[in-house]
């Protein structure tokens, strides 16, 4: 390879994974986010069972 | 834009990304100066002027803030500059190793377009400490609001100082007279600028959509509590 294919490559390659890192990064909080998410929906579940009107119950979930 | 349209923005984001690639190594003719290395131009240039376009959103979204107070126009404009920063690291990377291979050296800090880029990149990086630095609430955003438009400023100057610089290491391209380029290079250079904003749009609809969901979520955590 040459010096300029060399520089090429990694100008190019240094763009794929700038833009790999990101994706990642939002994919490991998005993650987080349905952590949350599940947490606070068993907090929720819990304190329907503690008994909730029936009009703030929470519908069955689908799997 | 509404949050359904993120599948369609990534599928033509990826299709015109290919596309720009494809064009870049199969169809735009090599330089008959620099070679190979001056396909990094179809990249830097385009990640560069999106990086301008980033800072610009993000004003436009600040002076939103400022002027009629519209609910989420702080978190737009941050994100939006969030992602102007995340390419103007990709432009001074990119540029560093088209520097190196063209001119010899990394940097060249008698290029007034280079230390105008980096004082510009370096303005909306100091953006995140007064973010950080500051308690949320109206006060932040109002202050970082204002930070955004005063950088809004540099642009221009950024732009136009290879125009007005005597220095000429750094290559014209866009110049009164138009691109100084063939019309292959100049159609792959804007599918690889339209890529590049799609990326952006991608990008930005993606993590906004994120910080929306935090907050969100946040606000139902203390209801809860």
Redesign the interface.
């Known amino acids: 390879m040459?010096?300029?294919?060399k520089?090429?490559a990694?100008?190019?390659l240094?763009?794929f994974v700038?833009?790999l890192a990101?994706?990642l990064i939002?994919a490991a909080?998005?993650q987080r986010?349905q952590r949350?998410?599940a947490s606070?929906i068993e907090?929720?579940r819990a304190?329907e069972v503690e008994g909730l009107p029936d009009d703030l119950r929470l519908p069955a979930s689908g799997g | 834009m509404k949050r359904a349209r993120l599948p369609q923005l990534v599928v033509a984001t990826t299709a015109v990304l290919a596309a720009a690639l494809a064009l870049i190594f199969f169809y735009a003719p090599t330089d008959a100066d620099q070679g190979l290395s001056q396909r990094i131009f179809y990249f830097h240039v385009p990640i560069a002027l999106t990086a301008y376009a980033c800072f610009g959103f993000g004003a436009w979204k600040a002076l939103r803030h400022l002027w009629t107070r519209v609910d989420g126009a702080d978190l737009e404009s941050y994100v939006a500059i969030h992602q102007g920063v995340i390419f103007g690291s990709l432009t001074l990377l990119t540029g560093s190793l088209w520097a190196k291979i063209s001119w010899g050296v990394w940097w060249a800090w008698s290029d007034n377009q280079l230390v105008l880029f980096l004082v510009l990149f370096l303005f909306y990086c100091a953006y995140f400490m007064l973010r950080y630095s500051v308690d949320p609430g109206p006060a932040r955003a109002n202050m970082c609001a204002v930070y955004a438009l005063f950088g809004v400023v540099l642009i221009p100057v950024s732009f136009l100082a290879i125009r007005l610089s005597r220095s000429f290491i750094h290559p014209v391209v866009f110049t009164s007279h138009g691109p100084q380029m063939t019309h292959a290079q100049f159609l792959t250079f804007c599918v690889a600028f339209l890529g590049m904003l799609l990326l952006f749009a991608t990008l930005y609809q993606l993590e906004l959509a994120g910080k929306r969901l935090d907050a969100q979520l946040k606000e139902l955590r203390e209801l809860l509590a």
């Open positions: 040459s010096p300029s294919e520089y090429t990694a100008a190019y240094v763009v700038g833009v990101y994706v939002i909080k998005v986010l949350d998410l606070l907090l929720l304190r």
